[in-house]
C-alpha cells in the first residue's frame, strides 16, 4: 500500500484491520501521534486528513492511500514550532504531553473550520459563529486531558486564534501571580 | 556524598545567596518542544528491531477457580508466535515495594485477573488470538456487591491506625449542636492517558524495560523479586510519562508478563493495556461510605469529630484507602475518632489513586463543615477559623508552617466572598440558579529519601542525573532550575536526566514528595561543587558570587569553564527525612471558592468560576505549580460531577470501564481557574524548603463545589457525584 503524509511518500504492507494510527506508530516510525484509547474516545490520536481533523484509531489505512495525512511531526519540529506548538509552550497548555500532539492537530483543524464559518454547539448564531472562550472549549471537548490543562490549552489557541477572552487575559493572570508572589513572599 | 537528612531544619546557604533567580520562576517546561511536537517517546515507543506484540487474557468470570485453559485455537492463528501460560512468574496482579501478589494461582481474586500471554507478530492477531484463548472455570460464591458484604472492623492492612481520642460518643451525647451525616463516593480510576505499557529485551541475563511508571528505582526491584533475579541485572527506563495519578506507582502484571514473554520468544515484546483492560488490571480507588460527626459548642468551636469509614479491597489487596488522613490535623476539637473499616470483595484491587484520603475524605469532612455552617448559622469561612488549631490536634505537634487562616482571608478577599451568604436556592438568573460555596484543603508532606548527581562539566554547563521520573509535574524544568540557581546558570546551561534506573535513586513521583526530595538532593549536591569551586578560587564558600556562568569572589572573576579545568566536578547529593521531620507536623494547605450555576429545568451543574489559594512553601515553578494546583482542581470538578465507577454486581464487571462512560473532565467542563500561593520556605520539611503540591489541588475541591451547589439550590446531596438526578426532584419549581 502507499501513503502520503506529511508531504512524503510511504509504501508498507499493514495488516488489513491496522488503523492508520498503528500504520504511523508501528509500522513507519511516526510515535508522535498517540493511542490513549484506541475508542475514538480521548482524541490522542488526532491528525489531519485531507486538512480534516480525524480520530486516526477509529479510520482503517487501507482507505486513505490516496489521501493527504497530517501527523504532529508534519505540524512542526524542534527549533520550527508552528505558532500553536509555541503557544502549548509557553501557556503551559500540557503536563504530561501524552495528549498533546492530538490537542495541537484538533487545534489546527479546529481553526480552520472557524475560518470557514462552522457552527458548534455553543454557537449563538449559526450562520455567523463567535470565536471566544465557550468556543474553543466546546470545539476542543473531544480531546481528553487527564492532567486537565484545559485553561492553558484555551489560553494558547485563544492567542493564535485571535479570540475574544474571557474573563482575565493570560496577561492580567500572569501579571496578578508575580504581584501576588511579591506581596507575600515570607523570606 | 554531601547528606542532610532532617534531623535539624534546613536552610542552605546557597540559595538564598543565589544571584541567578531562577528558582520559582515560572519557566517554560524544558522538554516542552519535545512535547508539543511529538518527539518525546514513551514506554511503548522507541522500539528495539525484531519486537513481538503481546496481549494478555484474563479470567471471564469474577470468582472461583481455574480448572483450566485451552490455548489451541489461539496458537493455531497465523502470525501468533507463542501463547504461554502456566508459567510460575506470573502474577495475579500488581507488584509493588511492600508487597508481591499471588503468582501462578489458580484463585480466581476478580474478573480479568490475567492467566495468559499472547504473543504475535502484529497487535491486531495478538488481540485477536487472546479472544480465542478459552479459561475454564469453576464457580465460586462472589462478593461484588460491597454493600452486601460483612465489614471488618479491626481491619489489619493500610497505614493510616487508628486514632481515639476522648470519647467521642459522650461529647455527641452531651453537647447542644451536634451534626452526624454519611457521605458516600464511588470507585475512581486514575485514568492516566497513556496506557500502562511496557517494552522488555533481554541481553544475555540482563533485562531492560521501558515502563510506564512512576517511581522506576522501586519496579527496578520489585521486578528483579517477582522474577527472582538479582535487581542490579534489571534495568528500568521511563524518560517520559503519560500521566500516573497513583496508578502507575506500583508495578503492572503487564510489565512482568512482558518480561517473561521477551524471555520466552526471545525477542523484545511489548504490551499495552487497551483501556477497558485498564480497569481490571490497574487498581481504582474504592468507593467510600463515611460517617461524619462533629460536636460543637453554641459558637462553633468543635468539642468532638469523628470520621469513620468503610471501604473495600480484594483478598490479595494490601491497601486500605486512608479516608481521615486529611482530617486528622484539620480541625481542634479533644474527642476525636478516626478508623476506617474494611469489606472483602471480588474485585480488582484498590489502591492509591492521586491524594489517597484527602481526595474523597475531604467531599465527606468538608461537606459536613459546610453543613454545621448553616446550622449554626455562622459564616462557613468563619466556622473553620474558629476552629484552626495552634498544633497538630491528634499529635501535639506543633506544624512546621501553617498559613491556613491567610488562604481563606486571601481567597474570600480574590473571590469577593460576601460579607453575608445568600440563602441557599435564593440567587437565580433565568432558569440558572446560582451559588457560592467554599472548601479546606489539607495534604500531608512528606520527604522521602532521595539522591541526585550533578556534573559541572568541562564547558561550564552543568548535567543533573537521578531516576526520578516527570509525570507531567515539571520535574525536569525544577531540578534544572534548582541546580542552575545554586550553580549561577540559566537553565539553558542545565541538562537533565531522568528516568533511568542506573542513575541515583530517587523518591520517584508518589504522594508529592518528588520534588521536594529530588530538588533537595540537587543542592545538597550542588553544596559539594560550590566547596571545590571555593577552593579553586582561593575563597570561602560564602564569599562566591555566581551568575550566567562567572563566579567572582574577592575582586576576581572567572568562568565556570575555566575553573573547571577540563575535568568535570561530580558530586552526589542526599537527603531524607529525620528527627525534625517526626517532631513537626507537616501539610500543604489552601483554600477552595466557587460559583456554580445549576439549571432549574435540568438540574445540569456549571462551575463558573473557581480559585484557590495554596500554602505550598517554597514555589519551585510558578507556572508548573499553578498548573497541577489547576489540575487537581479540575479532578474535584469532575469527582464532584461526573467520575463514578460503576460494578455490575451481578458480575463483577465495571460497567463503564472507558472514557465514553467514565466521564474525566472535558474542556467545556472547566473554567478559567485562578491560583494563588503564599510561599513560606518550610525549613523542617526538606533542604529546598517545598512542600507538596501534585495532590493538593484535588484536597477539598470537590466539596466546594459540591456546597456551591447546594447554595445555589438547596438541596443537599451527599451521594457523590452530584449528578442531575438526585438534584431534579429537590429544584424549585421552574
Known amino acids: 500500500m502507499h501513503f502520503t503524509i506529511n508531504g512524503q511518500s510511504y509504501d508498507a504492507e499493514p495488516d488489513i484491520r491496522t488503523s492508520v494510527l498503528d500504520l504511523c506508530r508501528e509500522h513507519l516510525g511516526l510515535t508522535g501521534s498517540k493511542k490513549g484509547c484506541d475508542h475514538g474516545q480521548c482524541g490522542a490520536c488526532t491528525v489531519l486528513i485531507n486538512g480534516r481533523r480525524v480520530n486516526s484509531c477509529l479510520t482503517l489505512a487501507v482507505m486513505h492511500q490516496d489521501d493527504e495525512i497530517t501527523t504532529i511531526e508534519g505540524i512542526g519540529q524542534p527549533g520550527n514550532l508552528h505558532a500553536l506548538q509555541d503557544a502549548f509552550v509557553r501557556h503551559d497548555g500540557y503536563q504530561c504531553g501524552y495528549c498533546t500532539p492530538g490537542q495541537i492537530c484538533s487545534a489546527v483543524g479546529m481553526l480552520d473550520e472557524v475560518k470557514k464559518g462552522?457552527?458548534?454547539?455553543?454557537?449563538?448564531d449559526l450562520t455567523d459563529p463567535?470565536?471566544?472562550?465557550?468556543?474553543?472549549?466546546?470545539?476542543?471537548?473531544g480531546n481528553l486531558c487527564r492532567c486537565a490543562a484545559y485553561p492553558n490549552i484555551v489560553d494558547a489557541i485563544r492567542e493564535v486564534g485571535g479570540a475574544e477572552p474571557a474573563g482575565r487575559t493570560a496577561d492580567e493572570k500572569d501579571a496578578a501571580m508575580e504581584a501576588n508572589a511579591r506581596g507575600e513572599l515570607v523570606a | 556524598m554531601n547528606e542532610h537528612v532532617m534531623d535539624v531544619a534546613c536552610r542552605p546557604a546557597?540559595?538564598?545567596?543565589?544571584k541567578q533567580g531562577v528558582l520559582g520562576l515560572g519557566l517554560d517546561r524544558i522538554e516542552g518542544p519535545a512535547k508539543v511536537t511529538g518527539v518525546a517517546d514513551y514506554a511503548y515507543e522507541a522500539t528495539p528491531d525484531g519486537i513481538a506484540y503481546a496481549a494478555i487474557v484474563g479470567t471471564p468470570v469474577g470468582s472461583g477457580r481455574i480448572l483450566g485453559i485451552d490455548v489451541r485455537a489461539a496458537e493455531a492463528l497465523p502470525g501468533v508466535i507463542a501463547v504461554i501460560q502456566g508459567d510460575p512468574r506470573m502474577p495475579a496482579g500488581e507488584s509493588n515495594s511492600r508487597a508481591l501478589p499471588k503468582f501462578d494461582t489458580d484463585v480466581i481474586l476478580h474478573l480479568g485477573q490475567p492467566v495468559a500471554i499472547v504473543?504475535?507478530?502484529?497487535?491486531?492477531?495478538?488481540?485477536?488470538?487472546?479472544?480465542l484463548v478459552v479459561v475454564r472455570t469453576e464457580a465460586g460464591e462472589d462478593r461484588f456487591d460491597v454493600e452486601a458484604q460483612p465489614v471488618d472492623t479491626k481491619p489489619e492492612i493500610g497505614f493510616l491506625p487508628p486514632v481515639d481520642k476522648g470519647d467521642l460518643d459522650a461529647v455527641m451525647a452531651d453537647t447542644a449542636v451536634t451534626l452526624d451525616r454519611t457521605y458516600t463516593t464511588p470507585v475512581h480510576f486514575p485514568a492516566a492517558l497513556e496506557p500502562h505499557a511496557t517494552t522488555a529485551w533481554w541481553e544475555g541475563d540482563r533485562l531492560t524495560v521501558r515502563t510506564s511508571n512512576q517511581v522506576i528505582g522501586g519496579a527496578r526491584k520489585t521486578i528483579a523479586k517477582a522474577l527472582k533475579i538479582d535487581a542490579d541485572k534489571v534495568r528500568a527506563l521511563a524518560?517520559?510519562?503519560?500521566?500516573?495519578?497513583?496508578?502507575?506507582?506500583?508495578?503492572?502484571?503487564?510489565?512482568?508478563?512482558?518480561a517473561i514473554a521477551a524471555e520466552v520468544v526471545g525477542r523484545p515484546v511489548k504490551i499495552a493495556l487497551p483501556r477497558r483492560q485498564t480497569a481490571y488490571m490497574v487498581h481504582h480507588r474504592s468507593h467510600t461510605i463515611q460517617r461524619v460527626r462533629i460536636a460543637a459548642d453554641e459558637h462553633g468551636v468543635i468539642l468532638g469529630m469523628g470520621h469513620e469509614s468503610v471501604v473495600a479491597q480484594n483478598d490479595d489487596g494490601e491497601f486500605l484507602e486512608p479516608v481521615p488522613f486529611g482530617t486528622l490535623p484539620l480541625y481542634r476539637g479533644d474527642a476525636r475518632r478516626f478508623k476506617t473499616d474494611l469489606v472483602r470483595v471480588d474485585l480488582p484491587a484498590s489502591g492509591a489513586v492521586r491524594a489517597p484520603g484527602e481526595a474523597v475524605g475531604t467531599f465527606g469532612v468538608e461537606c459536613a463543615m459546610d453543613e454545621l455552617a448553616e446550622q449554626l448559622g455562622i459564616d462557613p469561612i468563619e466556622l473553620r477559623r474558629r476552629n484552626e488549631p495552634e498544633t497538630d490536634p491528634v499529635s501535639g505537634k506543633p506544624f512546621s508552617t501553617r498559613r491556613m487562616l491567610d488562604c481563606y482571608?486571601?481567597?474570600a478577599e480574590r473571590?469577593?466572598?460576601?460579607?453575608?451568604v445568600p440563602a441557599p436556592g435564593s440567587v437565580r438568573e433565568g432558569e440558572w440558579l446560582v451559588g457560592i460555596g467554599m472548601a479546606a484543603s489539607l495534604r500531608g508532606n512528606f520527604t522521602v529519601e532521595a539522591q541526585a548527581r550533578v556534573r559541572l562539566e568541562a564547558d561550564g554547563r552543568a548535567t543533573v542525573e537521578c531516576d526520578m521520573t516527570d509525570i507531567g509535574t515539571g520535574t525536569y524544568t525544577i531540578l534544572a532550575q534548582t541546580a542552575g540557581e545554586m550553580l549561577g546558570l540559566p537553565v539553558s546551561d542545565v541538562t537533565v536526566r531522568l528516568g533511568d534506573s542506573d542513575l541515583p535513586a530517587s523518591a520517584g513521583s508518589g504522594g508529592s514528595f518528588g520534588a521536594g526530595s529530588a530538588c533537595s538532593a540537587v543542592v545538597l549536591a550542588c553544596e559539594d561543587i560550590l566547596g571545590e569551586l571555593a577552593l579553586r578560587m582561593n575563597a570561602a564558600p560564602e564569599d562566591l558570587s555566581l551568575h550566567d556562568g562567572c563566579v567572582s569572589a574577592g575582586g576576581r572573576s572567572v568562568t565556570l569553564a575555566d575553573l573547571v579545568r577540563g575535568e568535570p566536578i561530580v558530586a552526589m547529593g542526599k537527603t531524607g527525612p529525620?528527627?525534625?521531620?517526626?517532631r513537626t507536623s507537616q501539610a500543604s494547605h489552601g483554600a477552595h471558592f466557587v460559583e456554580v450555576a445549576v439549571n432549574a429545568v435540568t438540574g445540569e451543574t456549571r462551575v463558573r468560576r473557581m480559585l484557590g489559594v495554596f500554602d505550598v512553601g517554597r514555589v519551585l515553578n510558578r507556572k508548573t505549580a499553578t498548573s497541577q494546583i489547576t489540575g487537581g482542581m479540575a479532578w474535584g470538578i469532575a469527582y464532584a460531577l461526573s467520575e463514578e465507577g460503576i460494578v455490575d454486581t451481578r458480575t463483577g464487571a465495571f460497567v463503564n470501564p472507558d472514557f465514553g462512560e467514565y466521564h474525566v473532565a472535558v474542556n467545556a467542563d472547566i473554567p478559567q481557574l485562578e491560583v494563588h500561593f503564599i510561599e513560606e520556605i518550610d525549613t523542617s520539611a526538606n533542604p529546598v524548603g517545598a512542600k507538596g503540591v501534585g495532590e493538593l489541588g484535588i484536597s477539598g475541591a470537590g466539596a466546594a463545589v459540591a456546597n456551591a451547589i447546594y447554595n445555589a439550590t438547596g438541596v443537599r446531596v451527599r451521594d457523590f457525584p452530584v449528578t442531575l438526578d438526585k438534584l431534579l426532584a429537590g429544584l424549585p419549581a421552574v
Open chain 2, 409 to 411: 482571608t486571601q481567597g
Open chain 1, 118 to 124: 462552522w457552527a458548534s454547539h455553543a454557537s449563538g
Open chain 1, 130 to 141: 463567535k470565536f471566544d472562550d465557550a468556543e474553543i472549549s466546546e470545539r476542543m471537548s
Open chain 2, 14 to 18: 546557597g540559595l538564598d545567596r543565589s
Open chain 2, 415 to 420: 473571590f469577593g466572598w460576601p460579607a453575608s
Open chain 2, 239 to 258: 524518560p517520559y510519562v503519560g500521566g500516573g495519578f497513583g496508578g502507575k506507582t506500583g508495578v503492572g502484571a503487564e510489565a512482568i508478563l512482558a
Open chain 2, 119 to 131: 504473543v504475535a507478530e502484529d497487535q491486531a492477531i495478538a488481540r485477536d488470538a487472546a479472544a
Open chain 2, 578 to 582: 529525620g528527627a525534625e521531620s517526626k
